[in-house]
């Protein structure tokens, strides 16, 4: 046991040495390696809106935050997060400093490799589980185990190499995953991508039709359930109703858009608010302040979600 901590701990040194060789400067850098972001953090950011996607956050360095529906999740090198599918959350890094900085990893998950893993997972094991929310959170944090750190290491050790990021990159993606779907994190993630992900599928489909009027008797025609059974069911997968969902994921998505530039009217009717009244109104309700403070307040480039 304690030889497989040395190794953790000495995997997690040369995972931190990637990082930091890779990214001298603060800020957020895509990769050659699709779908896999490097992040610096040299001052506290408050908790701001944002939509977070299936994606892991692996921390080195520091302590980052995300907050889903009033519930805290704190993070370190000790716990990665996971977030299973397309969430409204409020995310920030609080205690970042110049002398002790966040460094970490975003990777985002492929839904399809996702399903297939989780399908070949049960299926090898014998069994096909029928997925249930149950009374947790949509966001989970799991533990670094072996395999977790191994399979991420090998990932970024392929930055060095460009013609091994060609040929195997996808192949230790795929890894990443199923050491997810194998971890601590691992009933999470087959609630999402296993069979009866049927909230997970809903919450895809929502969030590339924000700008309609989707209802809630639409959902759940949309995935074959009772509207009584949709509600609960979505209730029990995200912590939030239909409703509330639905609002939250619009009115986040409005926030980064003004945070990005974009004009108040400009984010509002992009995100389906025909009326901008209405949109100020619950804007100024969800976030304490109106759309234009919001506008002269926050700047995309001082924050990193």
Known sequence: MKALCQLECMSKEQIKDLIERHLPEAGLVDTALKGVQLFRVTDAVPCVPAVYEPTVVAILSGTKEAVLDGEHHMYDSDKYLLCPMTLPVEAGTPRASKADPLLGVVITLNPR??????????????????ARAGAQSALALAAWDDGFTQALLRLLELLDHPVDLEVLGQGRLRELSYSVLTGEAGAAARRAFGVGNEIARTIEYLSTHLNEQVTIDDMAEHVGMSRAVFHRRFKEATTLSPIQFVKSMRLNNAAMKIAEGKTVSEAAWDVGYQSSSQFSREFRRMYGQSPRQWSNTTQVSERLN
């Open 113 to 130: 490799v996702m399903r297939e893993l989780t399908l070949e997972i049960e299926t090898a094991a014998g069994v096909i589980r029928q």
